[in-house]
């Protein structure tokens, strides 16, 4: 469902509970050069729930979504995951990358191993998963995002969606607390958008602790226990889908809206 479609229907998603807090940002600062991307973010993103993140182009979404995993590092302030802050380097910071799933627009697969390598490779190397494990393993996931049946291909001969799918059953092999989608569909055809929210809502409907970077609003309604709306660096406004779509607060938010849902 893209951001032109009808989004007005009342009907509540099945959510999963959520409960206590499982990431952590406080007072976050950070500067591109003189340019003040992250201004004093303060959110906390309980076990459980699927926190949606919108806004305009440069807005700081995205860099916000990097700074969870320390693609970004900080200029000030403290991230926590699970109680812990986040590790600057070594096996710690290597540690947290296992913990904290990633899903970029890019499918950043490797080009030259098969679906199934790409999938066993980081619990192999890192969770130490014996080969016949991490294939059984990896197997139950492919099938689980609906691509089982590519297994022996390179990530070339899949089509976007089919690559998505791959880089989200990678994510889930490393068995993460959390799972970071970085605007996992602007890359797609659009007929291809609709496989990958199908998987995304799957995982929210099972109770997986998700933060989302995304233009596609009927999603948001669709899956998010929370919507964040994000201007200048700026957490401008927070609300449930609900309310954020149907009676929005800030003025930024109701002129973003009304340009996106317009056409």
């Not at 009342?10 to 206590?20: D, F, N, S």
Request: proline letters at 4%; glycine letters at 8%.
């Amino acid at each position: 469902m893209t951001a032109s479609e009808d989004i007005t229907t009342t009907a509540t998603p099945t959510l999963a509970q959520v409960g206590e807090p499982l990431v952590e940002l406080h007072q976050v600062n950070k500067y591109f050069g003189d340019l003040h991307v992250l201004q004093n973010i303060d959110l906390s993103v309980a076990r459980g729930e699927v926190v949606v993140v919108i806004g305009p182009s440069g807005s700081g979404k995205s860099t916000l979504c990097r700074t969870i995993n320390r693609l970004e590092t900080i200029d000030s302030g403290t991230i926590t995951l699970d109680g812990q802050p986040l590790p600057a380097e070594g096996r710690g910071l290597a540690r947290l990358r296992a913990d904290v799933g990633m899903v970029f627009q890019a499918f950043n697969l490797f080009a030259h191993k098969s679906v199934l390598e790409n999938v066993t490779l980081g619990p192999m190397k890192v969770r130490g998963l014996r080969k016949s494990e991490g294939r059984e393993e990896a197997m139950r996931l492919l099938e689980r995002v609906g691509v089982a049946n590519q297994a022996s291909k390179i990530p070339a001969e899949l089509s976007g969606g089919q690559q998505q799918r791959v880089a989200i059953a990678r994510a889930l092999a490393m068995s993460p607390k959390v799972m970071l989608f970085d605007e996992p569909t602007s890359a797609l055809d659009p007929e291809m958008i609709n496989e990958v929210l199908d998987v995304m809502t799957a995982l929210a409907k099972e109770g997986m602790t998700m933060v989302v970077v995304t233009h596609e609003m009927g999603f948001a309604r669709r899956a998010a226990n929370r919507v964040i709306f994000m201007d200048a660096g700026l957490i401008v406004e927070e609300a449930t889908p609900e309310e954020f779509f149907t009676d929005a607060k800030s003025d930024r938010a109701k002129d973003f809206l009304s340009k996106i849902l317009s056409h």
